[in-house]
């Protein structure tokens, strides 16, 4: 497209847009090259807006672009006012969001204001001197009698979460990496100068937050509380006095310990603090004893649909959820929850449908759309996440088995993620000219975005279908969810209902053939709304299905009219 393009219809008139909208996350690093460094970048991004805006997409999350000293790829904010410089400048990122928004394509910024990096300024003050006037913007304690850190507060990233600092004597928080200091909310300067720099970026076009940790600003590192602290929701409302009222943005806050109850403070209508909550109860209640992500559980369906209806039902009347099966520190989600071997087409498309059809708004991680598997490494040299890095040296330190670490690390490590897009089959997957900054998936010859644009059959052409459905059919937007066959252990299915539209899902989520029979709440019988094998427009009766099948019926009901007790076959658009 070229830069004459008319502006289409502005994407955040309505109310509550981002109900409707379906969000695309971009991990700048690994999205597109455009110089041949190695890294990807701002302008990589500004040439692909135009296969974005084909998928159908309405949002790109932006993973940071931030000055950054990159110890753990952006998330190390040195800067919040300018870019670094790999990922481009100020003035590409303002032709990001003029460019975006001509397509209606609205940016929405990762905002990591938990913590900073050591180089931010505020840092390099806070830790001059005891007295000085930034020394309360971060987290600072005496050590313990002993000379140890002040308590046994672990960091996310292993180990301590207090680094100690000769130069004044006092420990300083970091819950994750030493260079990334905890930023002290309790602080009203910091918080003010938090929603200056929020405004700031606002008032440059953008079309809202994805927040980083957000529950962890609350942290009481006396009383050893990283999440959910008495002040957080204090903290979100006074956010959203000082910079969201009134701008009708998405904002959705980054929570892995959110529970059903606290998700709908984050998130219901009346609460002032954000759009939608991002919570991982489906994925970590995967994980192994402890919480142990080095050692995931084989996939159990069960657990899954469990966590996910949960949350369905929670958020039913009040709340919004968001809708994900990956982003860039899970692993593929045709690997996690799939079969990339044997049904990986299949597979990939089985679990797109369920997860763009519950009730939320959906997010694609860049090359779940073509469906990209887990990484493949098998060495640590392979991997540059430093998480993986600092447990796999925890690992070694403590003498455990650091074989079965890197099988941990090959299921669910963040890496999995950040191999580069898959664009095409020329060497490093037409991602980059030079020499990528992590290894590109050698699956690439079979699996990228040129094999699949012009293929209805495609990965890609499922999701630009799911995508569409959600456009057209108010019934996948704001339809009521109704879970099926709870406890079958191979069928994900359940039911949407707006009005007298249903839609009925039905998704054989397991390699083997399945069968069951239709208990009544979801039979249905009208048009197909989306397959991943040949169409049908019945559910009825003992139902056979295909591994990974998976396919969708719209149908109306008069579900309204309470003298009739049988419902219509109609199609989508007959017997109104
Ligand atoms: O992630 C939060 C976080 O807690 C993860 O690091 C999580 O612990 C881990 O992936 C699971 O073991 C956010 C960002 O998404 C992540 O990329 C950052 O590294 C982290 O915050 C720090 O900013
Ligand atoms: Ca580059």
């Not at 994750?176 to 918080?191: E, I, K, S, T, V």
Request: aromatic share 10%; hydrophobic share 35%.
């Amino acid at each position: 497209m070229a830069d004459n393009v008319p502006a289409t219809k502005p994407y955040r008139d309505d109310a509550d847009w981002w109900k409707s909208t379906t969000v695309y996350q971009i991990y700048p690093r690994s999205f597109c090259d455009s110089n041949g460094d190695g890294i990807g970048d701002i302008p990589g991004i500004v040439s692909k807006l135009d296969y974005l805006a084909d998928l159908g997409i309405g949002v790109i999350w932006l993973s940071p672009v931030y000055a950054s000293p990159m110890e753990d790829n952006g998330y190390d904010i040195s800067d919040y006012r300018d870019i670094a410089p790999e990922f481009g400048t100020l003035a590409d990122m303002d032709r990001l969001i003029a460019e975006a928004g001509k397509r209606g394509i609205g940016i929405v910024m990762d905002l990591v204001v938990n913590h900073t990096s050591d180089r931010h300024e505020w840092f390099e003050a806070s830790r001059a001197s005891r007295d000085n006037p930034k020394r309360d913007f971060y987290v600072w304690r005496d050590p313990a009698p002993d000379g140890g850190p002040p308590n046994d507060l672990p960091s996310y990233f292993a180990g301590s979460a207090w680094a100690f600092d000769e130069a004044t004597g006092q420990y300083y928080m970091h819950l994750f990496a030493p260079g990334q200091p905890d930023l002290n909310w309790d602080n009203p300067q910091l918080r003010a100068e938090i929603y200056d720099m929020m405004n700031w970026w606002l008032d440059r076009g953008v079309a809202g937050f994805r927040m980083d940790v957000i529950d962890l600003i609350g942290k009481q590192p006396d009383r050893l509380i990283r999440n959910n602290g008495p002040k957080l929701h204090d903290y979100l409302q006074e956010m959203h006095r000082e910079a969201l009222a009134g701008r009708n943005v998405l904002t959705v806050g980054e929570s892995w310990e959110a529970t059903p109850e606290t998700g709908l403070l984050f998130s219901g209508r009346d609460r002032d603090e954000l759009s939608m909550v991002f919570q991982f109860q489906h994925v970590t209640s995967l994980w192994g004893e402890d919480g142990n992500k080095w050692r995931p559980r084989p996939f159990d369906l069960v657990t899954f649909k469990r966590a996910l209806n949960e949350w369905q039902r929670a958020l039913a009347e009040d709340g919004w959820n968001s809708l994900f099966v990956s982003n860039h520190d899970l692993p593929r989600a045709v690997s996690r929850y799939g079969d990339d071997r044997r049904h990986w087409r299949e597979s990939a498309t089985a679990i797109a449908t369920v997860n763009h059809l519950m009730r939320g708004t959906p997010y694609v991680f860049q090359g779940e759309e073509i469906g990209m598997t887990n990484a493949g490494f098998t060495q640590i040299d392979q991997y540059r996440d430093v998480e993986t890095l600092n447990f796999h040296a925890e690992h070694e330190a403590a003498g455990y088995d650091l074989a079965a670490f890197l099988d941990g690390a090959a299921a669910n490590g963040r890496d999995n993620a950040r191999t580069p897009v898959q664009w095409t089959a020329a060497k490093n997957s037409g991602f980059t000219d030079g020499i990528p900054w992590i290894g590109v998936n050698p699956n690439h010859d079979r699996i990228n975005v040129d094999n699949q644009i012009g293929d209805e059959h495609s990965v890609l052409a499922h999701y630009r279908r799911l995508i569409g459905l959600r456009k057209t059919h108010p019934v996948v937007v704001h339809g009521d969810y109704v879970p099926c066959l709870e406890d079958n252990p191979q069928i994900f299915a359940f039911t949407r209902n707006l009005g007298n539209r249903r839609l009925a899902v039905v998704v054989n989520f397991s390699s083997e053939p399945a069968r069951c029979d239709i208990p009544a709440g979801l039979e249905t019988s009208g048009v197909c709304a989306i397959s991943n094998y040949a169409p049908r427009d019945t559910i009825a009766g003992t139902l056979g299905l295909a591994p990974w099948e998976a396919f969708a019926v719209l149908s109306e009901t008069r579900g309204q009219d309470p003298s009739s007790g049988s419902k219509s076959t109609g199609t989508d658009t007959a017997q109104r």
